[in-house]
Every structure is written in C-alpha cells, then in structure tokens.
C-alpha cells in the first residue's frame, strides 16, 4: 500500500504564501504524475496543478503565475508553492499520484489525506 502524507496548511492573509508538501511512503516500483487538487465547501473538487516524471507541469487558469508545482523524485515528494494568495483559494488542498508497485502491474492513484488551507481577506 502507499500512502500521502500532506502538510503545510494553514491560516494565512491575503496576500500572503505558503508551501505544500506530499510525501509518499510504501513500497512503490515508480511514480508517475502527481497533482494537488482542492475542495471549497460545497463545490467539486478541481486540480490545481500537476507534474509529471520528467517535470512537465500543467495548471488551472485560476492559479498560473501565482502557485509553483514541483516534484523530488528520490524523496518521492511533490510541493506547492503557493503565492500572492487570494480569499478564493481557501479549501482543503489533496495530494494525488499514479503509481505502480512493478513494471508489469498498472499504475493506480492514491490520495492524501488532505490539508486546510484558509486566506482571510
């Protein structure tokens, strides 16, 4: 099994940054994309950003040029990195990743537990 382990939540103003982290532990053959994903009450959850193995990122319009993805791939760890914060990004932010425990099985994605972020305006 695996498991993602998230921190660096918080309660933070407008404005303001922070940087989160997703580290997964267990017995992994690879990991391939791994993304962060938020929830605001009542709504769906929707991605935020991802990275591949190689680097290659992708981001929701909402936070491109204000939140940073990336990935250490011997710590099997993803950060985001999270800037000029707004009232809107305030949700609990997930942690996903496609992994595979051996050349021959598929890749599976698992998710954090997941962690609070909140921006007071």
């Known amino acids: 099994q695996v498991q993602l382990v998230e921190s660096g939540g918080g309660l933070v103003q407008a404005g303001g940054s922070l940087r989160l982290s997703c580290a997964a532990s267990?017995?992994?053959?690879?990991?391939?994309?791994m993304g962060w994903y938020r929830q605001a009450p009542g709504t769906q959850r929707e991605r935020v950003a991802i990275?591949?193995?190689?680097?290659?990122?992708n981001y929701a319009d909402s936070v491109k040029g204000r939140f940073t993805i990336s990935r250490d791939n011997a710590k099997n760890t993803v950060y985001l990195q999270m800037n000029s914060l707004k009232p809107e990004d305030t949700a609990v932010y997930y942690c996903?990743?496609?992994?595979?425990?051996?050349?021959?099985?598929?890749?599976?994605?698992?998710w954090g537990q997941g962690t609070q972020v909140t921006v007071s305006s």
């Open positions: 996903n990743a496609a992994v595979r425990f051996s050349p021959a099985t598929p890749w599976y994605g698992y």
């Open positions: 267990g017995s992994v053959f690879s990991i391939n994309a």
């Open positions: 990275i591949t193995s190689g680097g290659s990122t």
